[in-house]
C-alpha cells in the first residue's frame, strides 16, 4: 500500500501571488506547488510514492509514451465549502476509471486506495490552492505514464504515476453561454474495439484536427458520430452528450464500448428523476435529433463533463445546415446544472454521500 507521506520541508508560493492567481485563474494554466508520483517497474511493481516540488520529468527522448502514446488519464475537482472545509465529488469512480483506462492501454493499473491516498494527501497539502470563488475548484489531473526509454513496441515496463494540480475558474467567466457544435461526419475520434471507453491522450490527439476545422466553422465543439455508419451519435471531444425531450425524458447514448464513462453523466442520469425526468440510455439517431429540433419534440441539447459541469448547446452545425435551439434561463439543463453545483459546493444535502472530506 502507498502512503504518498507529505513532506517535511514543504514551500509554498507566497499567498499575495495564489491571490492574484485565483483572481484569473484560467483552465490548466498555474500549478499548485507540489506533485505526487509513485512508479512502477516490471520486477517491483509499484513503489516509490512520494509528494515532491512540481517539476520537470526528466524523461528519455525514448520514453515510450513519447513513440506509442502509452497514457491515460483523469480529471476530478477538490471544491471549497462556504464554511472553508474541502471536498472532492465521488473520487473512486475516477479511480476506477483509471484503472480500466489503464488496462486499455496495457498500463499498469494503481490500487484505487493509493489512487484516493494520493489524492487526499496532495490536496491536503496544497490546501492554500483551493480556491473560493464563484465556481472556483482545484482540479486535479492524475495520469500513467510509459517512460522506459526503449523503442521496442510493447508495454513499457517502467511506468509512473503522476498527479499535478491546478486552480481553476468558472468555465464561463461572464455567465452560462450556450455553445455552437459542430458535426464531424469526415473524422471519427475513437472507432468500434478502439480506445474509446479509455480516458487516454490518443484520443484527445485524434480530436484535435476536426475541433480545429470546427472552428473554422464558428464553432467551439465538436460532435462525433459512430465510425462505421456515421448515423449514431457518441460525444463530443471532451464531454458527454444528452437530449432532453418534449415528453421529459432525458436521453444519452448507452455506453457502446465507445464513450467515454462520465462521472458527471453518471451523475446527471441519477438526479434526473428527481427533477421529474426519466433517464434513458440507448443509440441515438443522428436524424431524430435534428429532425427532433426541427418538430420541437427534442427541447434541449447539452454536453457535460467536469471542467464545464453542463454546457447548453445553442446549434448543432454540419454539412447540410443549421439546427438552432432556443435555450431558456428556465431549462431542465440548468436546473441539473445548479442540482449538481449545489451538491458540490456544499449548498444542497448530499444525500447520496458522493462528496468526501479532504479538511
Ligand atoms: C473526461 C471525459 C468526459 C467527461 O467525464 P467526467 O467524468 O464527467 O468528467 C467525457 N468524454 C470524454 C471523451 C472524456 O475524456
Known sequence: MLSFELPGDATFTEQARIDEVFAEPGFGVHFTDHMAVADWSITTGWGNDRIVINQPLGLGPGSAVFHYAQEVFEGLKAYRHADGSVWLFRPEKNGERLANSARRLALPQLPVKDFLTSVRNLVTLDERWVPAGHEQSLYLRPFIVAKEDFLGVRPAQDVSYILIASPVGSYFTGGVAPVDIWVSREYSRVANGGTGHAKCGGNYAASLLPQELAY????????????????????????????????????????????????????????????????????????????????????????????????????????????????????????????????????????????????
Open 216 to 359: 473554422e466553422q464558428g464553432c467551439s465543439q465538436v460532435l462525433f458520430v459512430d465510425n462505421a455508419q456515421k448515423r449514431w451519435v457518441e460525444e463530443l471531444g471532451g464531454m458527454n452528450f444528452f437530449m432532453v425531450t418534449a415528453s421529459g425524458q432525458l436521453v444519452t447514448p448507452n455506453l457502446n464500448g465507445n464513450i467515454l464513462p462520465g462521472v458527471t453523466r453518471d451523475s446527471i442520469l441519477t438526479i434526473a428523476p428527481e427533477l421529474g425526468l426519466t433517464p434513458v440510455e440507448r443509440p441515438v439517431e443522428l436524424a431524430e435529433v435534428t429532425t427532433g429540433i426541427a418538430d420541437g419534440s427534442v427541447t434541449e441539447l447539452f454536453a457535460c463533463g467536469t471542467a464545464a459541469v453542463i454546457t447548453p448547446i445553442g446549434s448543432l452545425k454540419d454539412v447540410d445546415g443549421t439546427h438552432q435551439l432556443e435555450v431558456r434561463e428556465d431549462s431542465v439543463t440548468m436546473a441539473l446544472r445548479n442540482y449538481l453545483l449545489d451538491i458540490q459546493y456544499g449548498r444542497r444535502a448530499d444525500e447520496r454521500n458522493w462528496m468526501v472530506r479532504v479538511r
